[in-house]
């Protein structure tokens, strides 16, 4: 195997459409735009990101705290740029679920979160298995230590479903890094679903460890192994930033407004 660096993302645009990885990873080529989704996405997680940062330094942090950041960051000079995919809704409709979100996990969650955080958006990477095997990347939205000292390792998410962290594969690969890095035992995983209002937790003991890994790099295998990268058009095609270029992407609906 290379020491090619590999990520949740990455992996899971291969499962998603061959060509689309091709595109990406392979040829190198650029998404031709963004979509407000994305920007949504990125915003909440700013939001939250300096929410945590501002409490950390002592400083008090309300829900007009969380609003007038989340209105300063998705006022960004690149807004108009984003592409709403959906048609009938406005980038406004977009704006209001953000605040929704954020106003909403700061009365579930942040007002009463008393659970120190250690950090904040951080990047990692860990070789897989040995010298010269690929690399798993990541970045780590909250790692925050409980009251009895508990590891909780958190990431947000903004669409509407909510992976279960008992089987799914991201949270528990990005725990392969904090276990070697914390030198604990077990941590614990949680997805906070922003749009929902659901927090869902699951341990994850070291000794899962293994087979985590041993399943990260089946995956990463089969996926240098591919000869060949056949399109899979889908309704996603439409959120695709290679559909300008793709010759399989014509013909797709967009969504009826009764789907959205
Ligand atoms: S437009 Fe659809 S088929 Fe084409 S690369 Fe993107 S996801 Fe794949």
């Not at 705290?65 to 209105?71: I, S, V």
């Not at 508990?150 to 509407?160: A, C, N, P, S, V």
């Not at 904090?178 to 604990?184: G, S």
Request: charged share 25%; proline share 5%; aromatic share 8%.
């Amino acid at each position: 195997m290379s020491g090619t660096a590999y990520s949740h993302s990455r992996v899971g645009l291969f499962d998603q459409c061959p060509l689309a990885y091709r595109y990406r990873y392979l040829d190198g080529i650029a998404d031709a735009f963004t979509t407000i989704e994305q920007h949504l996405g990125q915003v909440v997680h700013d939001v939250l990101e300096q929410a945590y940062a501002e409490r950390s330094r002592g400083q008090a942090v309300d829900a007009g705290w969380l609003t007038a950041a989340f209105e300063r960051l998705w006022h960004s000079p690149e807004l108009a740029t984003h592409r709403v995919v959906k048609r009938g809704v406005t980038p406004d409709e977009y704006r209001a679920q953000g605040l929704a979100m954020v106003g909403s996990f700061h009365d579930r969650v942040f007002a009463a979160d008393d659970s120190e955080t250690v950090y904040l958006e951080r990047r990692f990477s860990l070789a897989l298995d040995g010298a010269g095997s690929p690399v798993w990347a990541g970045v780590i939205d909250r790692l925050a230590r409980l009251a009895d000292g508990t590891l909780r390792l958190i990431d947000y998410k903004t669409g509407r479903s909510v992976p279960d962290p008992r089987t799914d594969r991201q949270l528990q690969s990005y725990a392969l890094h904090v276990l070697a890095e914390q030198r604990v035992g077990q941590v614990e995983l949680c997805y906070e679903g922003l749009r929902g209002g659901t927090s869902l937790t699951a341990p994850f003991p070291a000794s899962q460890a293994g087979e985590v890994r041993g399943h990260l790099l089946a995956r990463i295998a089969a996926i240098e192994a591919a000869s060949s990268w056949p399109a899979r058009p889908s309704i996603l095609c439409n959120w695709c930033g290679f559909n300008p270029i793709c010759p399989e992407a014509g013909g797709m609906k967009r969504l009826p407004r009764s789907r959205r």
